[in-house]
Antibody
Framework: EVQLVESGGGLVQPGGSLRLSCAAS????????MSWVRQAPGKGLEWMAN????????YYVDSLRGRFTISRDNAKNSLYLQMDSLRAEDTAVYYC?????????????WGQGTLVTVSS | QTVVTQEPSLTVSPGGTVTLTCASS?????????PNWFQQKPGQAPRALIY???NKYSWTPARFSGSLLGGRAALTLSGVQPEDEAEYYC?????????FGGGTKLTVL
């Protein structure tokens, strides 16, 4: 069974940093593209970033490039999101998702999400 | 800034048929945008329903279908069930990056 479990969320002050993790199991992690998607309270989904199997291809939504960094450790079956210079508008539930390829089947499986709250 | 537009809300009667659409600010949506559709119920993570315009996952109920319609991606629900009440999101591919639509809140009434 495919499982994705996000962790690392919590309360952080504006301007602070946070690193989210996504632990994958039930499939060969190193064979799949992976994505991060977020959802602000009461709002819609926002695609943030994805990366390929070996980390050589990464794509970001323009508004986040430079502040957020996606990475992975295939030996640990884990996906990461480093978030810097956090703002109140970054408050959201952050989901990791498994993609089947770069385009065809994004978000085939999702984790349950981790809540990040940016507030003083 | 690319914008993907969906109907904010739709209402359908049980057993009825409804079509949700997804438009791109860049022009007509084609198969090259690999339209995907997701369902999200309150308090739950999204669930994938349709990929690459019209392909279903093994868990997608037969009453859901995807297509291209008048330059938009479309999701049609035929024989709507009460459990189909949810938010529906489309996702389009823009050569690497992807963009979600704003979502359609489907009410079954």
């Amino acid at each position: 069974e495919v499982q994705l479990v996000e962790s690392g969320g919590g309360l952080v002050q504006p301007g602070g940093s946070l690193r989210l993790s996504c632990a994958a199991s039930g499939f060969t992690f190193s064979s799949y593209w992976m994505s991060w998607v977020r959802q602000a309270p009461g709002k819609g989904l926002e695609w943030m970033a994805n990366m390929n199997q070996d980390g050589t291809q990464k794509y970001y939504v323009d508004s986040l490039r430079g502040r957020f960094t996606i990475s992975r450790d295939n030996a640990k079956n884990s996906l990461y999101l480093q978030m810097d210079s956090l703002r109140a508008e970054d408050t959201a539930v952050y989901y990791c998702a498994r993609d089947q390829g770069i385009a065809a089947r994004p978000g085939e499986y999702w984790g349950q999400g981790t809540l990040v709250t940016v507030s003083s | 800034q690319t914008v993907v537009t969906q109907e904010p809300s739709l209402t359908v009667s049980p057993g009825g048929t409804v079509t949700l659409t997804c438009a791109s600010s860049t022009g007509a949506v084609t198969s090259g945008y690999y339209p995907n559709w997701f369902q999200q119920k309150p308090g739950q993570a999204p669930r994938a329903l349709i990929y690459s315009t019209s392909n279903k996952y093994s868990w997608t109920p037969a009453r859901f279908s995807g297509s291209l319609l008048g330059g938009r991606a479309a999701l049609t629900l035929s024989g709507v069930q009460p459990e189909d009440e949810a938010e529906y999101y489309c996702l389009l591919y823009y050569g690497g990056a992807k963009v979600f639509g704003g979502g359609t809140k489907l009410t079954v009434l």
